[in-house]
């Protein structure tokens, strides 16, 4: 028994050339299926159905947003819950996954299963998420809508005058546009500036 895991370790220390080379090509393919199907399970999560998978979401903000121009508009463009809520590139998206662990946790514990504990939790929610979209500078929302690209010749007289000033103000987004998709919540007892 000893002799045999002497010829292991020994076989270990120095593999062969066709040992290392199979050792080589399967790591490599092991990591190309690793990372594909990784990415697949990303994606599967970046849809709206899987958003609206669990009655909380399909009952409470996903009617809420049905109501709104993101989900029907003249264009027939529609912004999905993850066009909003998941950011686009990969270093700040899998930070997003990560943070939203804490909602899986909230959905396996039955923290937010009825409208009203949902009730009771939406000035939070909403304030978490409006501070993530103040800290990225509105990304998401300026992934379709950038002042760059915004004619304010075209657009109401009000509209052109505020987007004009939120240019000059270093504005972003989400400081003027809170509820734009969903409800806003009781906000009487608002202490943050959110």
Known sequence: MKERLLRIWRWWRRPSRLALGTLLILGFAGGIIFWGGFNTAMEMTNREQFCIGCHEM????YQEYMQTVHYNNRSGVRATCPDCHVPHEWGPKMLRKLQASKEVYAKIFGLIDTPQKFEET?????????????????QEC???HNFEYMDFT??????????SKAVEDGQTCIDCHKGIAHHLPDMSEQKNGF
């Open 58 to 61: 399909r009952n409470n903000v």
């Open 122 to 138: 939406r000035i939070e929610l909403a304030q978490n998420e409006w501070r993530r979209m103040k800290n990225n500078n509105s």
């Open 142 to 144: 300026r992934n379709c």
């Open 154 to 163: 075209a657009q109401k007289t009000v509209a052109a005058k505020m987007h």
